[in-house]
């Protein structure tokens, strides 16, 4: 790719996670509110809509502040290190058909994604450690357990898709979901792979730190984890990622397991396949959500034991049923 | 034996109790999407005040007369249990009290209606007014002529007063 393509390619990409993660905030804000029968914001702008906006101004217009105890530099890189791959997993989210809706179609998509949703584990525990503070050590710990734990059953629940459509790239999962059985059934992934599904999900939860495994941010028992110490443009950072990652999520969900931008029956192919996809990526932002408003936090080792002995199990098992299909078929 | 003491867990049962406890609870909190809101956009919205509100006392105006009711008799005064109502009256030239002044401290009201309960001639009743705030501890003391105003927006509650038996 040219120099200047993949320039406005990245300034496209983060105009996108910007105006994502303004309108997720609002999202959660509304949903929570309803559920707990209340309005929500609906105060700034029509119905609330430029609430985050206004949120986000004060937020940048706060004084920055680094502890006198805290290790500086890293204290500053810690954000960054926890935006970055959060931005970078974009690069391979198939938006549409063609190359020309995704920024690369890298032949190791999925390898890719799964590698840099590992890496905010080192900000965060960057974060901890260099705040000096024990709340933000305890969550940076916690933060550090949870997250390696948790990768593993996540890569176990991707690789049966990976397994079904014989490539790493995400534009060629998507394609390999094309077509119906019956004319009628999507032969999306979720037909076998719904235990998959539901792995991914647990998996992906606890992996961007979402409730109801956000352990290391437990504001309860740890004030706000790892990111206790941190305010204005820092902080602002940390939130970007988290809901920037919750896209992620979805739209990885949505990939790999209900067929992409792909329409849910042929006859429908005439609603733009980027709508198909941002409308599938916005239920499971919802489901997310919901999720979030519902279930209370877990204990710290029921969450490990839960993730060691169920969720690593059920995904190898998941794994066996879909080798067996792919020999069958 | 500590195994005849323990309690026996069956994991599967309790798998599936846990997952349909998940299930169910997400469609608790689904149907509550679509309850109505149990906000009250205050300043816009006010709620529906119920019949035998106590608000602030208030001296309304007779419909007859066109001033209250009082008659000086300080039984008010007396019954007020924090002790804010100070009534001062002299007798006049037909034998009767003239009210020299009412003085009512809102600040330190507790709204038992005691007040208005003890009112001979229920001219001192419960108002429903509730925002009572200001800038100064001096602004929050109440006058006749305030208490009139007070009053007077409640023109005709006059003998449903004394509800509160």
């Known amino acids: 790719m040219q120099p200047t393509v993949m320039i406005v390619a990245a300034a496209i990409i983060l105009g996108f996670i910007l105006l994502v993660v303004l309108y997720l905030v609002y999202g959660l804000r509304k949903v929570m509110g309803w559920i707990q029968a209340r309005i929500g914001p609906n105060r700034v702008g029509w119905e609330g809509l430029a609430q985050t906006i206004a949120d986000a101004l004060k937020l940048l217009t706060k004084e920055d502040i680094i502890p006198k105890n805290a290790d500086k530099w890293p204290f500053i890189i810690a954000p960054i290190i926890v935006f970055v791959p959060a931005y970078m997993v974009y690069l391979v989210i198939p938006f549409g058909k063609g190359n020309g809706w995704v920024v690369q179609d890298l032949n190791i998509g999925i390898l890719y994604v799964v590698a840099v949703l590992a890496i905010p584990t080192i900000g965060i525990i960057t974060a901890g450690w260099s705040s000096n503070n024990k709340w933000s050590l305890l969550g940076a710990f916690r933060a550090a357990a949870q997250i390696i734990s948790y990768d593993i059953p996540l890569v176990l629940a991707m690789v049966p898709a990976v397994m079904l459509a014989g490539t790493l790239s995400t534009q060629g999962i998507v394609n390999a979901q094309q077509g119906t059985w019956f004319g009628i059934f999507p032969r999306w992934f979720i037909v076998s792979q719904g235990v998959g599904f539901i792995i991914y999900l647990l998996a992906a939860l606890a992996e961007s730190n979402m409730t109801p495994f956000d352990i290391m941010e437990a504001e309860s028992e740890l004030v706000a984890g790892f990111n206790t110490e941190y305010s204005g443009m820092k902080f602002a950072l940390f939130f970007l990622a988290e809901f920037a990652s919750m896209f992620t999520v979805s739209a990885i969900a949505v990939t790999l397991f209900f067929g992409g931008w792909l329409p849910i029956h042929p006859s429908l192919s005439f609603i733009p396949p980027v709508i198909w996809f941002l409308g599938k990526a916005a239920v499971f932002i919802f489901v997310i959500m919901w999720i979030r408003s519902t279930l209370p936090r877990v204990r710290v080792d029921q969450l490990m034991s839960f993730g060691w002995k169920v969720l690593i199990p059920v995904a190898l098992l998941n794994i066996a049923w879909t080798g067996l299909l792919v020999i069958l078929a | ?165």
């Open chain 2, 1 to 165: 034996m500590t195994d005849s003491v323990k309690q026996k867990i069956s994991y599967p049962k309790e798998a599936w109790r846990f997952a349909k406890s998940v299930v169910k609870g997400h469609v608790v909190t689904f149907k509550n999407l679509f309850r109505k809101k149990s906000t009250l956009q205050y300043p816009e919205v006010r709620w529906e005040l119920p019949e035998g509100y106590r608000g602030l006392p208030a001296l309304p105006a007779d419909p007859k007369t066109g001033a209250d009711k009082c008659i000086g008799c300080g039984a008010c005064a007396r019954a007020c249990p924090v002790q804010i109502i100070e009534v001062k009256a002299h007798m006049g030239e037909d034998k009767k009290r003239v009210v020299d002044e009412f003085s009512l401290f809102a600040g330190r009201c507790i709204f038992c209606g005691l007040c208005a309960e003890a009112c001979p001639t229920h001219a001192l009743v419960m108002s429903k007014e509730y925002e009572l705030a200001e800038f100064t501890r001096e602004e929050a003391a109440y006058n006749r002529e305030r208490l009139n105003r007070l009053g007077g927006t409640i023109a005709g509650q006059q003998d449903s007063g004394k509800e509160v038996s």
